[in-house]
């Protein structure tokens, strides 16, 4: 991978930790969520406008993704209100790529091959130490309690989610200019989670947090976008696999986030098991 790739890809790993630390650190995350996707698509409009007419061909595609996210982004907030970042995250990112080589087996007929299968369990055994380490208020309790509950369901859904949007996007890029279709999708992905919003905050709880929270709210959603935009200039330098792999770095990052800025208990277990889930995804790529 050259350099310059790396270094873009590194660069939106961090910006992806951050505003993911930022929404857990919010209060209504709903209500943060959706503000943040308003702003970002309202900052990044002029790279949809310039793009031109969106194809009729890809307005599925969009509308589908955009409704998979108001899923994520629901359950994101859930699992963040649940159970330590340093849980939710890696699991949430380590997963997919498992449901993708899930979904690639059933519907597309790929079969992974003896190294694609190792990385899978390297990938998995690394979510199984993350899924059932302790947590800094329960260190001894038991395992089976620990794995199904902390957020660890909602962050497996939230992979579930990831790995259905991806598909959907990968497929629409295909017909259409990947940045523009972003906003597009964001956009969209607010103003269905306008409803349910507007439902369950009313327009009390809507203000109130862009009063508290109007500075990290307007971040979030500028680096959401920009984080994606890295990750597709990083794609056109290098192959795509490799790339999208080390973007997982993130899944470490977030396990020391955690342990750093929000004191939670790291523990040897989860540190070990955010390594393997990164060596996983990594080994996944490099077998191809």
Known sequence: MPPSALALVLFAAVLHTAWNLLVKGSGRKEVFTWWALLCGALVFLPILIRGGPIPAAVWPCAVTSALVEVLYYAMLGRAYDRGEFSRVYPIAR?????????WAFLFLGERPGPQGLAGLAVLLAGLALVGGSSSSGAPREPWRRRFGSAGVAEAIVVAICISV?????????????????????????????????????????????????????????????????????AYARSRVAYAGAVREVSIVLAALAGWAVLHERLGAARLVGSVLAFAGVLWIALAG
């Not at 380590?94 to 899930?102: H, K, S, T």
Request: glycine share 10%.
């Open 94 to 102: 380590g997963a997919a790529p498992a449901f993708l080589a899930a």
């Open 165 to 233: 949007y991806s598909t959907i996007d990968a497929a629409a890029v295909r017909l259409v200019q990947p940045a523009g279709y972003t906003v597009l999708v964001l956009g969209l992905t607010g103003l269905f989670l306008t409803p349910w919003v507007v439902a369950r905050h009313g327009t009390a709880g809507i203000l109130a947090e862009w009063r508290a929270r109007r500075g990290a709210i307007v971040a979030v959603g500028c680096m959401t976008l920009l984080a994606y935009l890295l990750v597709l200039q």
